[in-house]
């Protein structure tokens, strides 16, 4: 993985079935791209702050459009991604520079009650750090917290991992410790913003979890769940047994079609906030 890569590739386009329904703009903030889309129609004022995974080291692909095409579907809410140098070259102190400046554009816009933090395997660790960096620093509270397949733990170190190796075709645990000592670039990879598994969750937003059964990070998963509903978090867990690594965008299964179902009701629910 990223010990071993190449210098990765550029990001995926937009795909031209979301450029038919969104205007597509692009910024940069704090040195690097940030992209825009807006519904054409029904924008209903509410946002969605998209962190994508890839181990801190792949960009952005294809299958994150796919996910975000179908999570955001008649939702009527703005998608904003941020496209954050990858590890090596970057590293979560610089990553985090980047999301606080996007975020506090987008709260000046809207409001941080309008406004969602998601992500999905290494981005969903990027989401759910950033609430807590936005607690901690008193700043406005986002809506919610959409965690799809989150890696929450850098140094894989849950007892549970090992089990989990042989029913997962993609994820190695050795060479996740290897990415997240790079993303790291010499910081304590158990420090909460890099780790949110070790952050204290009382007095976050409601965070909506997505995990499947055949996947390296179900045990932590699973114990963020316990952790939340322990603090009173008023977030959920959805679990799909059968569901592989980031399993919901894999658009065209079952297990995708029932989570994707449920992120589009927290997306749509209610209005928006003033």
């Not at 990858?86 to 979560?92: F, I, R, Y």
């Not at 990879?189 to 009382?202: G, I, N």
Request: net charge neutral; proline share 9%.
């Amino acid at each position: 993985m990223a010990g071993t890569r190449a210098r990765a590739p550029e990001a995926a386009p937009v795909p031209a079935p979301l450029r038919a329904r969104y205007e597509v703009t692009r910024a940069v903030l704090a040195g690097r791209p940030v992209l825009r889309l807006t519904p054409r129609r029904g924008a209903t004022g509410r946002h969605l702050l998209y962190t994508h995974g890839g181990a801190y080291a792949f960009p952005l692909q294809e299958a994150h459009w796919w996910l975000l095409q179908h999570a955001a579907k008649d939702t009527g809410v703005t998608l904003t991604v941020p496209l954050y140098r990858l590890a090596p070259e970057g590293d979560a102190r610089e990553a985090y520079g980047l999301l606080r400046a996007v975020y506090a554009r987008l709260c000046a816009e809207a409001g941080p009650g309008n406004v969602t933090l998601a992500g999905d395997s290494a981005g969903g660790g990027l989401a759910l750090g950033q609430a807590v960096a936005y607690r901690d620093a008193g700043v406005g509270t986002p809506r919610q917290v959409l965690l799809f397949s989150p890696w929450l733990d850098l140094t894989m170190s849950h007892p549970g991992v090992p089990a989990l190796e042989p029913l997962d075709p993609l994820l190695r645990k050795d060479d996740l410790i290897e990415a997240g000592r790079l993303w790291a670039h010499g910081a304590d990879p158990r420090d909460p913003l890099l780790s949110p598994q070790f952050a204290d969750v009382t007095g976050l937003p409601p965070v909506h979890v997505f995990q499947g059964g055949r996947d390296l990070f179900a045990a932590d998963a699973g114990l963020l769940a316990g952790r939340l509903a322990t603090a009173g978090n008023d977030g959920t867990f959805t679990f799909e047994p059968e569901g592989g690594h980031v399993y919901m965008s894999a658009v065209w299964t079952p297990e995708a079609r029932r989570s994707l179902t449920v992120v589009r009701r927290l997306l749509r629910e209610d209005s928006p906030v003033v």
